[in-house]
Nanobody, 128 residues
């Protein structure tokens, strides 16, 4: 079993920055895919940024050039650096992960179906 705990959310003015963290614990060896999703009020959950154990990354178009995903393997921690924040970035942000023990590596994905484990979410509010 794997536990994911997010931190770093909060309120910020438009143009500001935040860094989200997601600490993973439990059976986290093997190859992996990890990602950040967000869900705004009244909207579906969407993939924001993803990374795999080979270091490949992917971003949804609306955050390219503003957000950066990274992982510290030694600390089992996923990060999302968010710069130039906009009011439309306001949402609950979720960390997600999947781990694989079959000797294969899997490409990063922004699809919810690619992930087995989810954090509880952290609120990000951007005011204009």
């Amino acid at each position: 079993q794997v536990q994911l705990v997010e931190s770093g959310g909060g309120s910020v003015q438009s143009g500001g920055s935040l860094r989200l963290s997601c600490a993973a614990s439990g059976y986290t060896s093997g190859s992996y895919r990890m990602a950040w999703f967000r869900q705004a009020a009244g909207k579906e959950r969407e993939g924001v940024a993803a990374i795999d154990s080979r270091g490949a990354t992917g971003y949804t178009a609306s955050v390219k050039g503003r957000f950066a995903i990274s992982v510290d393997d030694a600390k089992n921690t996923l990060y999302l650096q968010m710069n130039s924040l906009k009011p439309e970035d306001t949402a609950i942000y979720y960390c997600a992960a999947s781990y694989y023990f079959n000797g294969y590596s899997y490409t990063q994905s922004l699809q919810t179906s690619a992930y087995s484990y989810w954090g509880q979410g952290t609120q990000v509010t951007v005011s204009s």
